[in-house]
C-alpha cells in the first residue's frame, strides 16, 4: 500500500511548535479503504505507535473546504440556514464549500461565496486553516474574510442543495458566536477568526495615527 494513503506519513500543515512533535508520530503500516464515496472515502490503517505497539485507526479522507465570512461596508455579514441530515436539523452558517479537485482555497472561496449567496468579492483576506475533525478525519477548512462586496442577486446553487441567505450585524452574529447559539463549529471559529483579526487591523491603525 502507497505511504501516501497513510496521513500519519506526512502533513503540509504538520505544527512546528513542539520540537518533540516527532517523537509522538505514528508510522502508517496499512490502509485498506472501507466507503468509496463520492465525497467521502473510509479507511481503517493499522499504525505502529511510539511505543512499538500496534493499534488500529479508522479515518475519513475529505478535500478540504473553504468558508467565507462576508462583511459589508455597513457592519453587516451574511449567513446562510441550511439543513444537515446527519444531525436532523437546520443550522445557521458560513458560507462554505469544498475543493474541486486543482482548486487552490482561495478560488473555492470566491466559488462558494457566488454559489450560495450571490456575492463576489474583490478583497479576500486567508484568516487561516483548521482541522475540524482532528481525531477521525484529514479535513482542513481554510477561512477568508471577504470584502468590498457586490451583490449579483443570483444563487447558483449545486442539485440537491438548499440554503436560505440570512443578513445580520457582525458584531450580533459574533455575540452569537460567543455565546453559544451557533451549533456549527466552523461557524464560530471563522466568526471569532475574523473578529480578531477586524480588532487587531483597527489597532494597528490607531497606533500609526
Same mark, same amino acid.
Given at each position: 500500500?502507497?505511504?501516501?494513503?497513510?496521513?500519519?506519513?506526512?502533513?503540509?500543515?504538520?505544527?512546528?511548535?513542539?520540537?518533540?512533535?516527532?517523537? *509522538?508520530?505514528?508510522?502508517?503500516?496499512?490502509?485498506?479503504?472501507?466507503?468509496?464515496?463520492?465525497?467521502?472515502?473510509?479507511?481503517?490503517?493499522?499504525?505502529?505507535?511510539?511505543?512499538?505497539?500496534?493499534? &488500529?485507526?479508522?479515518? @475519513?479522507?475529505?478535500?478540504?473546504?473553504?468558508? @467565507? &465570512?462576508?462583511?459589508?461596508?455597513?457592519?453587516?455579514?451574511?449567513? &446562510?440556514?441550511?439543513?444537515?441530515? $446527519?444531525?436532523?436539523?437546520?443550522?445557521?452558517? *458560513? $458560507?462554505?464549500?469544498?475543493?474541486?479537485?486543482?482548486?487552490?482555497?482561495?478560488?473555492?472561496?470566491?466559488?462558494?461565496?457566488?454559489?450560495?449567496?450571490?456575492?463576489?468579492?474583490?478583497?479576500?483576506?486567508?484568516?487561516?486553516?483548521?482541522?475540524?475533525?482532528?481525531?477521525?478525519?484529514?479535513?482542513?477548512?481554510?477561512?477568508?474574510?471577504?470584502?468590498?462586496?457586490?451583490?449579483?442577486?443570483?444563487?447558483? *446553487?449545486?442539485?440537491?442543495?438548499?440554503?436560505? $441567505?440570512?443578513?445580520? $450585524?457582525?458584531?450580533?452574529?459574533?455575540?452569537?458566536?460567543?455565546?453559544?447559539?451557533?451549533?456549527?463549529?466552523?461557524?464560530?471559529?471563522?466568526?471569532?477568526?475574523?473578529?480578531?483579526?477586524?480588532?487587531?487591523?483597527?489597532?494597528?491603525?490607531?497606533?500609526?495615527?
Amino acid at each position: 500500500m502507497p505511504d501516501s494513503k497513510l496521513p500519519g506519513n506526512g502533513d503540509p500543515l504538520a505544527s512546528t511548535e513542539n520540537p518533540d512533535a516527532d517523537s *509522538l508520530r505514528e508510522k502508517g503500516i496499512s490502509s485498506k479503504e472501507l466507503v468509496d464515496g463520492k465525497l467521502l472515502h473510509a479507511f481503517r490503517d493499522y499504525v505502529e505507535t511510539p511505543s512499538g505497539d500496534e493499534s &488500529v485507526r479508522e479515518w @475519513i479522507r475529505h478535500p478540504g473546504a473553504a468558508a @467565507i &465570512v462576508p462583511l459589508f461596508a455597513d457592519g453587516s455579514t451574511l449567513l &446562510v440556514r441550511q439543513f444537515r441530515y $446527519p444531525t436532523g436539523r437546520t443550522f445557521l452558517e *458560513l $458560507p462554505a464549500g469544498k475543493r474541486d479537485a486543482g482548486d487552490d482555497p482561495e478560488t473555492t472561496a470566491h466559488r462558494e461565496l457566488m454559489e450560495e449567496t450571490g456575492l463576489s468579492a474583490k478583497k479576500l483576506t486567508p484568516l487561516g486553516p483548521l482541522f475540524p475533525g482532528i481525531g477521525y478525519s484529514d479535513e482542513i477548512i481554510w477561512f477568508f474574510l471577504a470584502e468590498e462586496l457586490t451583490e449579483s442577486g443570483t444563487q447558483s *446553487l449545486d442539485a440537491g442543495e438548499a440554503v436560505q $441567505p440570512v443578513r445580520l $450585524p457582525f458584531a450580533e452574529a459574533v455575540a452569537r458566536a460567543q455565546r453559544g447559539d451557533l451549533g456549527d463549529m466552523k461557524t464560530v471559529a471563522g466568526l471569532l477568526m475574523a473578529d480578531a483579526h477586524l480588532k487587531n487591523h483597527s489597532e494597528q491603525r490607531s497606533a500609526e495615527e
